[in-house]
């Protein structure tokens, strides 16, 4: 995630650094890696379109499926989808069923991992007509989990559900564990996503239990398996020890009979010994001679080869050392370099972030900002007040995650900081919704999405607070992708005002059909507004499992009572408690606002 904002020159020196050191070799890599895929997926392009001018469709869409299996292991799915549109037409000429739902199936995979989730969805249903025409009921609850997943994608969490309860029988009846497992998890998903925290802990408790057994079962299987591996290895050894006993029985014969022709040739062996054991000495004596020479020759050799081996290599040796400590020292430096200069980014980012001072007219509040890094893909921006807005008695307030965390969100919060500036206070541009368009507008124009690959952007929460004729205060609430959660004085009735399911920035049909609502409400004394990114609702502790939105809220609930200070410390110190010893996931924001007397 490369972002830029002019005027900052040494952010974009910095940039260009940690952009070098962490994608060099990669580069190279992927550079080597990219041409032999290309190299092969020509060869099988070319053979394919052979057996397509010779009628021969069946081989045509084998060597048409090896590319697209190609590019989708190196993640080129949309390369992919190209390929597979190509074999589901050969396939349905050929009248192919088997074959179309393969590739029915792949496509839906792949526009799953690229979250077309609409496109996912269509592909996959049509793989489930086939499959409950031809499939097995192993097969068949496959492609209806595929779609469940899809639904859930989609945010259609009941018909997801819906779809798995037939999936989950058809598995209950054929004994098939592992679907079953997956058909539960999916489920628990889908309830946690509506909230529904009983029937979601229900089925995490079922898909927990599935998961054991399974474990239990595959380790018994490899237990049984080498078990056997085991009794087979003894009865090998069994047999060698037969046969090594029928050998030794052989040998006793065959010793035997040596024992019998030494006795018979024994005298003559005497004589021959007696003349020979003179010749043996003195040839005994002079080999004894020579073999010292030669050893003493030998080692002086050795000695000397091996001294002078032992001087080159540390001569290298030190040569080494000394480049290494030359590369050392100036990563050293690099290091240092790099350091300060984020550290001095930071110093710039926190200036940018407007005075705590300025709600102190209507709010009593706290803010938590903790960037995961040094720097911080978070930040909140206030407008009004001023001598043009005060005369609506406007405050606008922000809080806004952008894609990633570190130098890169870094730099995406300063182009939304600006962009926001520009379009409230020098375009003025009042309408929440109508801001959230424009800066999405801009924020595609700002990083080239409509020319590039480039799919990032922002989650934000954008309120407009105006003190009415009748002197309550009225708030005018529009979100990309985050929830805004209202604490009643009155009743302690937690109102929980939901954004549009659509980002800031970045491209795909899901978000062009979408558009930015205003929701409104009148707030009272003693109403509390707390604007929070996903940091803390992502945030995982030592047993992996998240904070969750749920936690969130009993905890915003069970705060209600008690002073803005207070609450800052419960959050923190609830946040630490639940963390552990686990690292910082994301970036954090949070900002509690409580209703003064207008």
Not at 162 to 170: C, K, Y
Not at 245 to 266: F, Y
Not at 434 to 452: S, Y
Not at 521 to 533: A, C, E, N, R, V
Request: hydrophobic share 35%; charged share 30%; glycine share 6%.
């Amino acid at each position: 995630m490369d972002f830029y904002m002019s005027g900052l020159r040494y952010m974009s020196r910095v940039a260009l650094i940690v952009t070098c050191l962490a994608f060099f070799s990669d580069d190279i890599v992927t550079g080597q890696a990219g041409s032999g895929i290309q190299k092969e997926i020509k060869q099988n392009d070319e053979i394919a379109e052979k057996y397509l001018k010779e009628g021969n469709l069946a081989e045509a869409a084998k060597y048409f499926n090896k590319s697209a299996y190609l590019l989708r292991n190196h993640n080129q799915n949309e390369k992919a989808a190209g390929y597979y549109q190509r074999i589901l037409e050969i396939n349905n000429q050929l009248g192919n069923q088997k074959g179309s739902l393969v590739t029915y199936n792949n496509l839906g995979m792949i526009y799953l991992d690229l979250e077309q989730y609409d496109k996912a969805l269509s592909y996959l249903q049509k793989g489930l007509e086939i499959s409950n025409k031809i499939d097995t009921k192993e097969g068949i609850i496959s492609s209806v989990s595929n779609v469940a997943v899809a639904l859930q994608g989609l945010g259609r969490y009941q018909e997801s559900n819906e779809r798995l309860e037939s999936a989950i029988q058809m598995a209950k009846d054929i004994n098939n564990l592992k679907l079953l497992r997956r058909c539960y998890g999916i489920t628990y998903e889908n309830y946690d996503k509506l909230g529904q925290s009983d029937k979601s802990y229900q089925y995490f408790d079922l898909y927990s239990s599935l998961d054991k057994e399974i474990k239990r079962q595959e380790m018994k299987q490899v237990k049984e398996e080498a078990e056997t591996e085991v009794h087979k290895a003894q009865s090998e050894k069994q047999l060698t020890e037969t046969e090594l006993r029928l050998k030794k029985a052989e040998l006793e014969v065959t010793a035997d009979s040596l024992v019998k022709a030494e006795k018979l040739t024994r005298e003559q062996k005497l004589e021959l010994d007696v003349k020979n054991a003179e010749i043996r000495e003195k040839d005994a004596l002079l080999r004894l001679k020579n073999l010292r020479i030669r050893f003493f020759t030998i080692g002086l050799i050795v000695l000397l080869t091996f001294l002078v081996l032992l001087t080159l290599l540390l001569i290298k040796l030190r040569i080494a050392n000394r480049q290494i400590r030359s590369q050392r020292d100036m990563l050293d430096l690099q290091n240092k370099n790099i350091t300060a200069s984020i550290r001095y980014a930071m110093t710039i980012q926190q200036a940018m972030l407007p005075d705590e001072n300025i709600l102190n007219r209507l709010f009593e509040s706290f803010i938590i900002y903790m960037p995961k890094d040094i720097v911080s893909g978070d930040f909140y921006w206030f407008s009004g007040f001023d001598e043009k807005i005060i005369k609506r008695n406007s405050l606008f307030i922000a809080v806004v995650d952008c894609t990633g965390h570190g130098v890169p969100g870094a730099f995406m919060s300063m182009i939304g900081n600006r962009l926001l500036n520009e379009i409230v206070s020098e375009r003025q541009v009042h309408d929440p919704k109508e801001i959230l368009e424009l800066l999405n507008n801009e924020v595609r124009i700002a990083l080239r999405q409509e020319q590039t690959d480039n799919n990032d952007g922002m989650d934000l929460l954008l309120c407009r607070f105006e003190i009415k004729k009748d002197n309550n205060l009225g708030i005018t609430f529009s979100g990309a992708k985050r929830t805004l959660y209202i604490l009643r004085n009155e009743n302690k009735e937690l109102i929980c005002l939901h954004g549009e399911r659509k980002s800031i920035g970045g491209i795909g049909e899901k978000k062009e059909s979408l558009e930015f609502t205003n929701q409104e409400l009148t707030l009272h004394q003693g109403d509390i507004i707390y604007m929070l990114t996903d940091g803390i609702v992502d945030q995982n502790g030592p047993d992996r499992k998240r904070f969750g939105s749920k936690k969130v809220e009993e905890l915003i609930t069970n705060l209600g009572d008690k002073p803005m200070d207070q609450q800052r410390e419960i959050f923190t110190e609830t946040l630490a408690d639940f963390m552990g010893k686990e690292a910082q996931r994301d970036d954090i924001t949070i900002i509690g606002l409580k209703v003064k007397k207008v």
